[in-house]
């Protein structure tokens, strides 16, 4: 159940604070008559290093249990993207490399998983869930993003999945339903919604948009997005972006379930903020606050009978945040 609902709210954030980060030409603090025009810039040998948090409660309620089962979970990753080349109708291939990673979960006052690959590995094998984990730390993945800034392919990322999840058992579905290829699109997708003009402080537009989920079917984002003007964030002068979301998700009709059955994401909220820098052509920072249900039915066990419906109201914040600018070693 854990990892299902950790899939689920960590593509749905990602979706609603990407929807505020893009990046701009013009000089820092400059509001011409002309506006701001947002648009995306990978240059070639930079390399961004970012740490991802997220801090996510959850109560999930099933009709023949009286107390609601209560779970917390923290999670930090931390990765870089290098920009390695220019691809040949003008895009850029970039490599995505895991540096390192965290996780706590808890169910009610017992820790039930803990992780940190910056520690000693001796006690993995108490359980397998942590294997690909361990295995994600210094492991590469390539994605292609076009001229317009949109990520158009993660290369290899199957062989990826299956190489660091080869022994892990029965985790090794939950591992690649929440590394997959809407996760990653993500990312690196800071190129989606902003409009295709210059844009003024106090300006308003809506941004659509459908995420695959996998197994899961698709998420569906419906936002408005706020131009608020220019604020110092981190020592950088920032263009301020703030965004509201409505999500809705479903399982794809004839889709397959996964190993937690089909889920669905009910009256899912995010109120976001984002502090870009269109000078250095950077995404600086993002926070967004969720407050979704997840509705289900977990498949009964293997011979046996029916299926258990179960509902997950869930809370979260999640944070991105530039920790490094450098350059690609040569």
């Not at 980060?21 to 240059?43: I, N």
């Not at 669905?264 to 502090?275: A, R, V």
């Amino acid at each position: 159940m854990r990892h299902q609902l950790v899939t689920l709210v960590l593509a749905a954030s990602l979706a609603g604070f990407l929807a505020a980060c893009r990046k701009s030409e013009p000089a820092a603090g400059s509001d011409s008559k002309e506006g701001v025009l947002l648009k995306v810039k990978w240059p070639v040998g930079a390399r961004y290093v970012y740490r991802m948090d997220l801090d996510q409660h959850s109560t999930t309620k099933f009709p023949q249990m009286p107390q609601g089962m209560k779970q917390d979970v923290t999670m930090a990753m931390t990765y870089a993207l290098s920009v390695v080349k220019e691809t040949a109708d003008g895009g850029r291939d970039l490599e995505m490399e895991f540096l390192a990673n965290e996780m706590e979960v808890k169910m009610g006052p017992q820790v039930v998983m803990s992780f940190d690959s910056k520690e000693n590995s001796s006690n993995d094998a108490q359980n397998p869930l942590l294997a690909p984990y361990r295995k994600m730390i210094g492991s590469k993945l390539h994605i292609q993003v076009g001229a317009d800034g949109k990520v158009e392919q993660i290369v290899g990322l199957q062989e990826w999945i299956d190489r660091l999840s080869a022994d892990a058992g029965p985790a090794q579905g939950m591992f690649a339903q929440q590394f997959n290829e809407g996760y990653f699109r993500q990312i690196a997708d800071f190129g989606r919604g902003f409009p295709d003009r210059p844009v003024q402080p106090s300006e308003t537009w809506p941004f659509k948009m459908e995420m695959p989920l996998g197994p899961m079917g698709k998420l569906k984002v419906d936002s408005k997005v706020t131009f608020k003007g220019w604020e110092d964030r981190e020592h950088h002068q920032c263009v301020v972006i703030k965004s509201t979301s409505s999500l809705q998700g479903s399982p794809s009709a004839g889709a397959a379930a996964g190993p937690m059955g089909k889920m669905s994401i009910k009256d899912g909220k995010i109120n976001g903020t984002g502090w870009f820098d269109p000078e250095l052509g950077a995404l600086i920072e993002t926070v967004a606050d969720q407050a979704l249900q997840v509705k289900g039915e977990m498949p009964g066990p293997p011979g046996g009978k029916g299926s258990a419906g179960f509902t997950s109201d869930v809370g979260q914040k999640v944070s991105l945040k530039l920790v490094e600018l450098g350059k690609v070693k040569e």
